[in-house]
C-alpha cells in the first residue's frame, strides 16, 4: 500500500464521517478516479475497512478502524516534532514555496500551530550554515546548498525509519517516484560486473543516499562541487559513473554530473566488504591497531571489549576502508555525526581517545566525521557490553490463549534485549504480583490494584504508542538505576571552591584557563591537566546540542578526582554550539569508571530542557547537585 492510501485512510479515520470523492480527491491533490482506485486497493487489504455510499461518499468502518488499531498505524503527525518533521518534507520534496494553508490542512491543525511549528523549523536550521527559510504572504522556502539540503533530508528520512532501520523494504517505502528495490537490484549487477561487494549492514544507509540523490537529481538539483585529488583512479569511480549512466535511462535523467559519480564512488570506498582483499600491508595494520585500540580503552576507561569479537572484526574491516579513505585523500560527510554526539557521549569521547591512536600510526590526521563513524560500532559494542541489564515484568490479560500469543509474541520482539515477562496473569491473579516482585506491570484490562508498582495499560495488539510507552517506561527505570550510581559518588566531587556562577567569559579557550588554573592552585590537578585538556578540544569539542561542554584532559593528570562547574553569565561559542553550563572532569588513574558513570548519567538527562534551566539557575553547588538529582 503506498503513501497516498495511508493518507486517506489517515483523512478518514480522523474525521469519522462521511466525505464526496470530489473532496478527497482535492484533499490528496489527485482525481475522482484515482480516489476510487485506492479505496479498492484499502478495501482489499482490509477487508471493507472504507463504506461507500453513491449519495454521501466514503467514511470510515470505525469498528474495523478500532479492531485493527488503526490510529496507531495511520494516523496524522500528532506532535509538534513529528510536525516539522512532515513541513521539512514538504518544503525538501517540492524546491518550491509551500501554502500554509495547504499546511493547515494536510495536518488538521490551525494557522497558529504552523506558525509555532515553523518558529522551531527556523530554530532548528541554525545548525546549517547555508540553509534559511524564506516567508511571503504566507507561503514557504527552503533556500541554501544543495549538500546541506540533501545531509537535512537524510537526518529526517533516517529519523523515519528508527527502530526498524535494516528493513530495506521500509527504506523503499520512503521514495514513492521511484521504485528503490529495482534501483538496488542494478547496484548489484554492476557490483557483480566489476567483483565488488560491500557489507550488509552498510546497505540501508548506502540506498537512503542513493535515494535521496535520485530524488533531487529528478527535480534537477545537482551536488556542483565535490572533488578529491585520487578518487577518479579506484574502481568505485567506475562504478559509480556506470550506475548513474543506467539511471539515466531508467529515471529519464538529464544529466548526472562528474561530482555526483564522485560523491558515490567516496561512499562505496568506506563500504566494502570483509571480502575485499585489501593489500597486505593495510590489512595488517587495521590487525594491529585494533589490539592496540582495544588494550588502550581497557587501560585508560575500564572498558573492556576484548571478549567482542564481532566489535573487533568489524573494526579491522572499518579501519581498512578508514586507512584507503586517508590515502585516497577522500573525506565523508557524516550524516549522524550531531545525533552521535547527542546521543552516545561517552562513546564518541571514546572515539577521540581512539583517533588519536589512528593519527599517530597513519601520521595523518582523522576528521570529526570519522570519528563519528567510529562511535557507530563502538556504541553498538557498548549496548552490547552493557546488555547484561534486564527489567521484569508481569503480563495481566484476559483468558484468551490467541490474544495472548498476539501480545506476547509482539513484546518478545520488540523488547527480549532488555525485558524479561515473568508471568503472564489473568485478572483474578493479581495476588501473586507481591510475590513476584516486577519492576512494573503490563495490562490489557482495565487494572486498579493497590499497588506501588508501576501499571502500564496497552492494547492486545501493542501497537506504536504502546511500544513508546514501555521503552519509556525501560528508560526510566534506567535512570533510575544510574541515578543511583551517580548518587553515590557526586556529593564528595563538587564543592563551592571549584564552582562558578554567572562567570564572565568571552571565549571558551577563557573559560578553560579559568577553571583549570583553579583546580592547579587548589592542588587538585598537576601541571599538564590544562594542556591535555586544550589537546582534548583540539582534536573534537566536548560542547554539545543542548548549550552544555564537558570538557576534560586526554590523560589522568588528576592528584584527586573532583569535578568543576562553570555556570557562565552569557553564552560563549564552543565549536558548533553556544554553551552556556561547563562541566569540566578532572579524574584520578585509578578512578577511571568515575569517567563512564558521569557520561551514563548526565547524557540521560541532558535533553531534558526544562531541568537544564533549573541547573544553569543554580547559584552554588549545593543547589546545582540537588537539581540534577531531583530530575522527576
Known amino acids: 500500500m503506498n503513501e497516498r492510501c495511508k493518507k486517506l485512510i489517515t483523512i478518514l479515520n480522523t474525521q469519522r464521517n462521511w466525505l464526496t470523492g470530489k473532496e478527497l480527491a482535492g484533499l490528496l491533490n489527485v482525481t475522482d478516479r484515482t480516489i476510487r482506485h485506492d479505496i479498492d486497493t484499502i478495501n482489499k487489504e482490509f477487508n471493507g475497512l472504507i463504506e461507500s455510499n453513491c449519495r454521501f461518499g466514503y467514511r470510515i468502518n470505525v469498528n474495523k478502524a478500532e479492531s485493527i488499531q488503526l490510529i496507531d498505524h495511520q494516523n496524522i503527525p500528532q506532535t509538534s516534532d513529528d510536525r516539522i518533521k512532515y513541513i521539512l518534507n514538504e518544503l525538501l520534496r517540492t524546491g518550491q514555496f509551500v501554502s500554509g494553508y495547504a499546511l493547515e490542512n494536510a495536518l488538521f491543525v490551525s494557522d497558529s500551530t504552523i506558525k509555532s511549528d515553523f518558529r522551531k523549523l527556523t530554530k532548528m536550521l541554525e545548525e546549517y550554515s547555508s540553509l534559511k527559510l524564506i516567508h511571503e504572504d504566507n507561503r514557504y522556502r527552503l533556500e541554501g546548498n544543495e549538500e546541506e539540503k540533501r545531509l537535512l533530508y537524510k537526518r529526517l528520512l533516517t529519523k523515519e525509519t528508527q527502530g526498524d532501520f535494516i528493513n530495506l523494504q521500509k527504506i523503499a517505502n520512503l521514495f514513492t517516484q521511484f521504485d528503490l ?195 557507530v560500532h563502538l556504541g553498538a559494542a557498548y549496548d552490547r557490553l552493557n546488555m547484561n541489564t534486564f527489567f521484569h515484568a508481569v503480563l495481566i490479560q484476559p483468558n484468551s490463549s490467541m490474544m495472548n500469543s498476539v501480545c ?149 593528570c588528576a592528584k584527586q578526582s573532583c569535578i568543576s562547574i562553570a555556570i557562565l553569565k552569557k553564552p560563549v561559542r564552543w565549536g558548533d554550539y553556544d554553551t552556556k553550563l561547563v562541566v569540566m572532569l578532572a579524574i584520578k588513574e585509578n578512578e577511571k569508571s568515575l569517567l563512564k558513570i558521569f557520561f551514563d548519567w548526565f547524557g540521560s538527562i541532558s535533553d531534558d530542557d526544562g531541568l537544564m534551566n533549573r541547573v544553569i539557575s543554580a547559584d552554588n553547588s549545593q543547589k546545582f547537585i540537588e537539581c540534577i538529582l531531583d530530575n522527576e
Open 181 to 375: 528495490l529495482y534501483v538496488k537490484e542494478v547496484l548489484d549487477e554492476v557490483f557483480n560486473e566489476y567483483d565488488f561487494s560491500i557489507r550488509d549492514e552498510t546497505y540501508p544507509m548506502l540506498m537512503i543516499h542513493i535515494g535521496v540523490a535520485l530524488q533531487r537529481m529528478m527535480m534537477f538539483n545537482y551536488v556542483q562541487k565535490f572533488s578529491s585529488s585520487n578518487i577518479k583512479t579506484v574502481k568505485e569511480y567506475l562504478i559509480a559513473k556506470t550506475f548513474y549512466e543506467r539511471m539515466k535511462k531508467y529515471l529519464h535523467l538529464q544529466e548526472v554530473n562528474e561530482s555526483e559519480s564522485m560523491l558515490l564512488a567516496s561512499l562505496l570506498l568506506g563500504k566494502r566488504s570483509a571480502d575485499f582483499r585489501a593489500n597486505r600491508d593495510v590489512i595488517e595494520i587495521a590487525k594491529e591497531l585494533t589490539i592496540k585500540i582495544v588494550v588502550a580503552i581497557n587501560d585508560h576507561y575500564d572498558i573492556d571489549f576484548s571478549g567482542d569479537v564481532f566489535f573487533q572484526n568489524g573494526l579491522i574491516v572499518h579501519l581498512q576502508n578508514l586507512i584507503d579513505r586517508v590515502r585516497h585523500n577522500v573525506q565523508l560527510s557524516n550524516v549522524f555525526l550531531a545525533e552521535v554526539k547527542k546521543s552516545y557521549p561517552l562513546v564518541f569521547d571514546l572515539s577521540v581517545f581512539i583517533g588519536h591512536i589512528i593519527e599517530e600510526e597513519l601520521n595523518q590526521p582523522i576528521t570529526e566525521d570519522e570519528l563519528g563513524f567510529l562511535t
Open 408 to 556: 506476547l509474541t509482539r513484546l518478545k520482539e520488540k523488547f527480549s534485549d532488555r525485558l524479561i515477562i515473568d508471568a503472564l496473569l489473568g485478572y483474578y491473579d493479581q495476588g501473586r504480583i507481591d510475590s513476584l516482585g516486577p519492576d512494573f506491570i503490563i495490562t490489557t484490562v482495565p487494572f486498579d490494584a493497590l499497588t506501588t508498582t508501576p501499571i502500564i495499560n496497552i492494547s492486545m495488539f501493542v501497537g506504536s504508542k504502546d511500544e513508546f510507552k514501555i521503552f519509556k517506561m525501560l528508560n526510566d527505570l534506567e535512570k533510575e538505576r544510574l541515578k543511583t550510581t551517580f548518587d553515590s559518588f557526586i556529593r564528595g566531587l563538587i564543592n563551592q571552591n571549584c564552582y562558578f556562577y554567572n562567570l564572565e567569559a568571552e571565549s571558551y579557550e577563557e573559560v578553560l584557563n579559568i577553571m583549570a588554573d583553579n583546580l592547579y592552585a587548589l592542588n587538585l590537578v598537576n601541571s599538564d591537566f590544562k594542556a591535555s585538556t586544550f589537546d582534548r578540544e583540539k582534536r573534537a569539542f566536548t560542547s554539545f546540542a543542548y548549550g552544555y561542554a564537558i570538557p576534560h584532559a586526554l590523560d589522568y
